[in-house]
T-cell receptor, first 117, second 112 residues
Framework: DAGVIQSPRHEVTEMGQEVTLRCKPI?????LFWYRQTMMRGLELLIY????????DSGMPEDRFSAKMPNASFSTLKIQPSEPRDSAVYFCASSSSMGGLAKNIQYFGAGTRLSVL | QKEVEQNSGPLSVPEGAIASLNCTYS??????FFWYRQYSGKSPELIMFIYSNGDKEDGRFTAQLNKASQYVSLLIRDSQPSDSATYLCAVSSPGGANNLFFGTGTRLTVIP
């Protein structure tokens, strides 16, 4: 399996622009997670989906952030408008509800490094 | 109180020594415990997971779990410079959900 695939790997944009981050989970995984990582705050959970349905979006910082999962193999995280404080590395991870206690294991994509100027 | 607490470090050990990384968690309902390693500029990768009290060994790595004390640790024997990374402790959400609570990580440096 190719693992979790994220695109783009790097994004540089100007303040006020719309940014869209993309994620393809591991085939067969029914959970998908979006995280943001900064030096100051560490790894923060933004939102997660189960079977394409958002379960908990309490980590989404504000209305400028939105996430969708139109099907089992694709999710997007959108920031509109972007601000310099959104600069961070954004990770997507997926997991499977099968496998007993091993179901909690999350597999991470390579991340998208976002810089908002 | 944060769900998962780790010493941020940095922790420095000489090559060949034992590195000990510690983690405490707040919710007794958590069932599964994980250690992820993250190299600088890379994504977290799973290195160990443990569900039962006691020790679990995998090569040079040993995870230890004490549910009564709500404590998880990771021991790295014969530390190598390639072990230099940030180690993230993660704890499952109680109640059966698939999400994890991550600590802020401990940065380990192994000095040749």
């Amino acid at each position: 399996d190719a693992g979790v695939i994220q695109s783009p790997r790097h994004e540089v944009t100007e303040m006020g622009q719309e940014v869209t981050l993309r994620c393809k989970p591991i085939s067969g995984h029914d959970y998908l997670f979006w995280y943001r990582q900064t030096m100051m705050r560490g790894l923060e959970l933004l939102i997660y989906f189960n079977n394409n349905v958002p379960i908990d979006d309490s980590g989404m910082p504000e209305d400028r952030f939105s996430a969708k999962m139109p099907n089992a193999s694709f999710s997007t995280l959108k920031i509109q408008p972007s601000e310099p404080r959104d600069s961070a590395v954004y990770f997507c991870a997926s997991s499977s509800s099968m496998g007993g206690l091993a179901k909690n294991i999350q597999y991470f994509g390579a991340g998208t490094r976002l810089s908002v100027l | 109180q944060k769900e998962v607490e780790q010493n941020s470090g940095p922790l420095s050990v000489p090559e060949g020594a034992i590195a000990s990384l510690n983690c405490t968690y707040s919710d007794r309902g958590s069932q599964s415990f994980f250690w992820y390693r993250q190299y600088s500029g890379k994504s977290p990768e799973l290195i160990m997971f443990i569900y039962s009290n006691g020790d679990k060994e995998d090569g040079r790595f040993t995870a230890q779990l004490n549910k009564a004390s709500q404590y998880v640790s990771l021991l790295i024997r014969d530390s190598q410079p390639s072990d230099s990374a940030t180690y993230l402790c993660a704890v499952s959400s109680p109640g059966g959900a698939n999400n994890l609570f991550f600590g802020t990580g401990t940065r380990l440096t192994v000095i040749p």
